[in-house]
């Protein structure tokens, strides 16, 4: 039996055999044909051209249906690849004149290409990757290579691989693809993304699960826990499926609190948010009791197409959200792309240091012009419903400033040329680095909210990259520094009269819940399988409970402590959590 701690990033157990996907090398080494032979080589593409043509519609349909639109026009890009006559001209050319077999003329032109795509704007250089899938896809319709499908299973597995490509994940069978576990990523990966949006239990970052792994044994995945047991022994193997069966009868007994509000047991209100990437997980946030959208993280826009998103794609999308949403509130959060959100290995001049280099609201900034098609698009879909502008990684009182003067300036435009749009649209920051934090009064006198993105700010405070699986350990917002910047952004606050949201991950860990509460907080934005556990917890406990919870925390000097202590009150209020009985 071997036991590994990974990062959890979709909760729930997980017990099956387990498929390893490789990184699938292909052989195209001699590649000279006859010229007898070009008429088959001919051939032999184009029926590899076909029948990837008719797999990727597939798995765009199957997609649509499963997680939905915006997640299935990932593969507009791949399809307009595969149809794309400049390229297929010069496949040909490489079998007629280079008398080249059709695999090396795929590989070859298509890895030119990829190199052409490093050339383009910095954000684009990620659809590198969907070039890298085609062409893997390809080859293996023409070597006929059998390898194991994860779009396609007869029977339950746990799928094991060092990473997944968006395509992989986003085309998973859901039927039999019980969980997940990756070598490499963090909490904000792809994979971690998706896999929260189709509810699979998975956990990343393991390092080297996929050399731990032979044979065909079973495999646990927690991903409550962020544990992984490879081959467990009988007694692990009945704990586990003990504590999955009391966990699944705990979430469901939660169905129940859906339609009631998320008070505490003395009567104070609190508002739970769902966090989303895509138009269509709205519908899982009201269905899991969400009474909005706290974190609408609008470059999953940009990140699915080969281009940047025209005004129209943007209100589009915006539209779509607020018809889903009614008259519930949401925060659409201006593109925070950068860092993590492409790769900068493929970037054509990769920042030194990326998270503290040109993202986000800095990225935005230096391109106006993109970012003014955005915020039009925001301003003309606000006069359809309650629409707050959040502005990501504000670091500095100018940029707010310049940021707020581009909302105004867009806002005469539109004006001007009689397009109806909110010109008074709440404008509010995130609240993700030290020094925002600890000038936050500053900021409340210019702002109509804050959210507080802890993410960003635990990273940040501790200089610890939050997507580095070697020193996940260490990423803990239980850290007292982390915790003192949160309880005086949330106070200040309160002095201000502004309202305070939290959307990074712990707004959905029952653990913090009680802390959150004690500190102050009465706003909370997660991803939406986590809000029936929390609101769980908040009708569980009273403010006067939570304030003597945060009264206790200031006692300790270590985020150790802080997290047994915090995962001993979460056990009492919340035994079935743990998997004891209430
Ligand atoms: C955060 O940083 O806490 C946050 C919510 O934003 P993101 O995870 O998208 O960086
Ligand atoms: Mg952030």
Redesign the pocket.
């Known amino acids: 039996m071997i036991r590994k701690k990974g990062i959890a990033v979709s909760p729930g157990i997980a017990i099956a055999q387990f498929i390893v996907i490789d990184n699938e090398e292909f052989d195209i080494s001699e590649p000279a044909v006859s010229g007898a032979q070009t008429g088959d080589e001919l051939e032999r593409l184009q029926g590899a051209l076909d029948v990837s043509k008719r797999e990727i519609l597939e798995l765009q349909n199957y997609t649509q249906d499963r997680i939905g639109k915006e997640a299935a026009r990932i593969f507009d890009f791949h399809l307009g690849l595969l149809e794309d006559q400049v390229l297929i001209d010069k496949f040909h050319e490489g079998i007629e004149s280079s008398q080249v077999t059709a695999e090396y003329a795929v590989a070859s032109v298509l890895r030119s290409y990829a190199k052409e795509f490093l050339d383009m704007p910095e954000y684009l250089a990620e659809r590198v990757k969907d070039v890298y899938d085609i062409e893997k896809r390809l080859l293996r319709n023409l070597t006929g290579q059998e390898r194991p499908s994860i779009g396609n299973l007869n029977r339950d597995a746990i799928i094991i691989a060092h990473d997944l490509t968006p395509s992989q994940t986003a085309g998973m069978d859901r039927r039999h693809v019980k969980g997940i576990a990756t070598d490499a990523g963090g909490a ?1 990966s792809h994979t971690a993304i998706v896999a929260r949006a189709l509810g699979i239990p998975a956990v990343v970052g393991l390092e080297n699960i996929t050399a731990s792994v032979k044979g065909n044994e079973h495999v646990i995945i927690d991903g409550n826990r962020g544990i992984v047991i490879i081959d467990p022994d009988t007694d692990t193997l009945l704990e586990c499926q003990n504590f999955g069966a009391i966990q699944n009868a705990f979430l469901h007994s939660l169905d129940a609190l859906q339609l009631l509000p998320a008070v505490t047991t003395d009567k104070h209100e609190i508002t739970l948010l769902g ?1 989303i990437e895509f138009p269509e997980e709205v519908k899982s946030v009201l269905e899991k009791g969400g009474e909005g959208i706290g ?1 609408y ?1 609008t470059e999953f826009l940009f990140l699915r197409g080969d281009r940047e998103p025209t005004e129209e794609e943007h209100y589009e999308a915006y539209c779509e959200v607020i018809r889903a949403c009614g008259n519930k509130p949401i925060l659409i959060r201006t593109l ?1 792309l950068g860092a993590d959100k492409y790769t900068q290995s493929r970037a054509r001049t990769p920042e030194r240091n990326p998270f503290l280099g040109c993202r986000s609201i800095r990225f935005c900034l230096q391109n106006i012009p993109l970012f003014r098609r955005q915020i039009r698009a925001i301003l003309r879909a606000s006069v359809n419903g309650d629409v707050h502008m959040l502005f ?1 990684l504000v670091t500095n009182i100018m940029e707010l400033r310049q940021a707020k003067s581009i909302v105004r300036d867009v806002a005469e435009d539109l004006e001007e040329e009689g397009i109806p749009h909110r010109p008074d649209i709440p404008m509010g920051i ?1 609240v ?1 680095v030290p020094a925002t934090a600890l000038q936050a009064d500053a900021f409340a006198r210019e702002v109509d909210f804050f959210s507080i ?5 635990v990273q940040y405070t501790l200089a610890v990259d939050r997507g580095n699986e070697k020193v996940a350990s260490l990423f803990t917002a239980a850290h007292p520094a982390v915790l003192r910047l949160i309880r005086e952004v949330i106070r200040t606050g309160l002095q201000h009269e502004i309202p305070v949201s939290l ?3 712990i707004a959905g860990d029952p653990e913090f819940t009680l802390l959150l509460l004690g500190l102050g907080l009465r706003k909370f934005s997660c991803t939406p399988s986590a809000i029936p556990e929390v609101k769980k917890l908040i009708r569980s406990v009273s403010i006067k409970q939570a304030m003597e919870v945060a009264r206790q925390i200031s006692r300790f000097d270590s985020d150790k402590e802080i997290t047994s202590y915090l995962r001993a009150v979460t056990r009492k209020v919340i035994p079935e959590f743990y998997g004891e009985e209430a």
Do not use: H, K, S
Request: with cysteine.
């Open positions: 904000t966090n974190l993280r925070d990501p995130m993700e993105g802890t993410n960003d700010l959307c990074g991950e």
